[in-house]
């Protein structure tokens, strides 16, 4: 049987078709509506895509385990929207609503970097910071599905004020956004660009962006004892695919560094499809 996966993010909606093994077989890309005309989108999404038997939908922020959208900063309009329980009323077939870095985490540990492994986290680094995290060849959702919400760890006590209304969160330091405020205002990009041409003033830039990362990947670590750690994101692509300067910090972040296995670090390998693949193979998953 092949799936409907949808990603929806801050701007636009992802939607993949794929087989049991999550190859894609199609693919559609719209903008993201106000949260009031999204479930119209998906609803049509899904059959452009063929009209299958299952529809999985990663959306961003805290979503129940009914699939309704709880809270979404970055999904206009999103409160208390419930995007699977209308879907499966005017649709009629299993719909399984997820949180996309969650939904990200599930199609990297199924079918990508993280393949194989019994325990795995994944870390998305975008505007802001998501996760997900598999225990025990188990992928964790928590009591109330909100589990995951990674970026919100708070690392600086009275720190930078987040959307979110708290102060210090990991994200305003180690998302792709918090690079520009570490940069004094360059894009990432061009950070990166001279970083990797070798300006020193744009190293210091990206090693204490590193460690900012760092602290955040050994609470992790001290909480989960992975084996691997997934970074996704566009930010993972600018490393190059070298991310020793990551894992440098993390080494020396981490309780009793010298007395235990160290996870392995490495860059996500289904780029921006993770989230709708991961979707598409959750509900099949879930049913």
Not at 94 to 111: L, P, R
Not at 167 to 196: I, M, N, P, Q
Not at 249 to 257: G, I, N, P
Request: proline content about 3%; overall charge negative; charged content about 15%.
């Amino acid at each position: 049987m092949n799936h409907v996966g949808i990603d929806v993010g801050g701007t636009k909606c992802h939607g993949v078709l794929v087989d049991e093994l999550g190859a894609i077989l199609a693919e559609v890309r719209y903008p993201t509506p106000h949260a009031s005309e999204l479930v119209a989108l998906l609803e049509s999404m899904f059959r452009e895509l063929g009209g299958h038997a299952t529809l999985g939908i990663g959306v961003p922020g805290l979503i129940s385990h009914e699939g309704i959208v709880r809270a979404s900063p970055n999904l206009k309009g999103a409160h208390n929207t419930p995007v699977g329980p209308a879907l499966r009323s005017s649709l009629g077939i299993s719909v399984h609503v997820e949180n996309d870095a969650t939904s990200a985490a599930f199609g990297e540990w199924q079918v990508g970097a993280a393949r194989g492994a019994q325990n795995a986290v994944m870390v998305t680094l975008g505007t802001g910071i998501g996760g997900g995290i598999v225990m025990g060849n188990v992928l964790h959702r928590g009591a109330h599905g909100f589990a995951g919400e990674i970026g919100h760890m708070v690392v600086e006590r009275n720190g930078i004020q987040c959307p979110c209304g708290l102060r210090g969160c990991w994200e305003r330091y180690a998302s792709g956004s918090a690079l520009k405020h570490l940069s004094g205002g360059l894009s990432g990009e061009d950070v990166f660009k001279a970083f990797h041409a070798g300006d020193e003033a744009a190293g210091a830039v990206i090693d204490t962006y590193a460690e900012w990362i760092a602290i955040g990947l050994a609470s992790l670590t001290n909480i989960c004892d992975p084996e691997i750690i997934v970074i996704g994101g566009g930010v993972v692509e600018s490393f190059a695919g070298d991310l020793t300067v990551v894992t440098n910090h993390l080494a020396k972040e981490l309780y009793s560094s010298d007395a235990r296995p160290h996870p392995r670090v490495v860059a996500a390998s289904l780029g921006e499809r993770a989230g709708a693949i991961g979707a598409a193979l959750l509900v099949s998953h879930n049913t």
